[in-house]
């Protein structure tokens, strides 16, 4: 496949060996097939641990908010709760420190209030709320980011959410 984003991977394990070329998500898909079929126990154990898939969040984060060039987030839907909207918002900061746009995952209160259009004690309530029940955690004075619990119950309320919301 010609062009800069163009990736390719050889694999050899055990007397078998793979290649793969193109684009990196088909690549990764690639790699991941191979693997699931050379290694039945990675199959198992991937059913097991959680691992989200980037580029399909980032796909149904776009229908609820927006990433500029400088990798602001803005939230497109400000009628939804503090809790939703921060939830998402949080997320996406942790998407964009995983793929190298944002240098941290954390925002502080100011942030979410400014990002999500919520008052200051609507914010402090909803993160007192979202820390109890595992959704968020505190990682500073008035910092906070999304734990693994908190991006499962994200994507699952992207995955049934109708569009639009």
Same mark, same amino acid.
């Given at each position: 496949?010609?062009?800069? @984003?163009?990736?390719?991977?050889?694999?050899?394990? =055990?007397? *078998?060996?793979? %290649?793969? %070329?193109? @684009?990196?998500?088909?690549?990764? &898909?690639?790699?991941?097939? #191979?693997? +699931?079929?050379?290694?039945?126990?990675?199959? /198992?154990?991937? =059913?097991?641990? #959680?691992?989200?898939?980037?580029? +399909?969040?980032?796909?149904?984060?776009?229908? #609820?908010?927006?990433?500029? +060039? @400088?990798?602001?987030?803005?939230?497109? !839907?400000?009628? *939804?709760?503090?809790? +939703?909207?921060?939830?998402?918002?949080?997320?996406?900061?942790?998407?964009?420190? !995983?793929?190298?746009?944002?240098?941290?995952?954390?925002?502080?209160?100011?942030?979410? !209030?400014?990002?999500?259009?919520?008052?200051?004690?609507?914010? &402090?309530?909803? /993160?007192?709320?979202?820390?109890?029940?595992?959704?968020? %955690? =505190?990682?500073?004075?008035?910092?906070?980011?999304?734990?693994?619990?908190?991006?499962? =119950?994200?994507? %699952?309320?992207?995955?049934?959410?109708?569009?639009? *919301?």
């Amino acid at each position: 496949m010609e062009g800069d @984003d163009s990736v390719k991977v050889t694999i050899e394990w =055990r007397g *078998m060996r793979h %290649e793969a %070329e193109g @684009d990196v998500d088909e690549v990764v &898909r690639e790699v991941l097939k #191979f693997l +699931q079929r050379a290694c039945p126990t990675y199959e /198992l154990a991937s =059913r097991l641990l #959680f691992a989200p898939d980037y580029v +399909q969040l980032m796909d149904s984060l776009s229908k #609820f908010l927006n990433i500029t +060039q @400088d990798g602001e987030v803005v939230l497109l !839907k400000s009628y *939804m709760p503090a809790d +939703q909207s921060m939830g998402l918002v949080l997320l996406c900061a942790h998407i964009l420190s !995983k793929i190298g746009k944002r240098d941290y995952d954390e925002m502080s209160i100011e942030e979410l !209030k400014k990002l999500t259009g919520k008052s200051e004690k609507t914010v &402090r309530n909803a /993160l007192t709320q979202m820390t109890k029940d595992g959704t968020v %955690e =505190r990682t500073g004075r008035g910092s906070y980011r999304i734990t693994n619990l908190g991006m499962m =119950r994200m994507m %699952e309320m992207l995955e049934s959410s109708p569009e639009g *919301m």
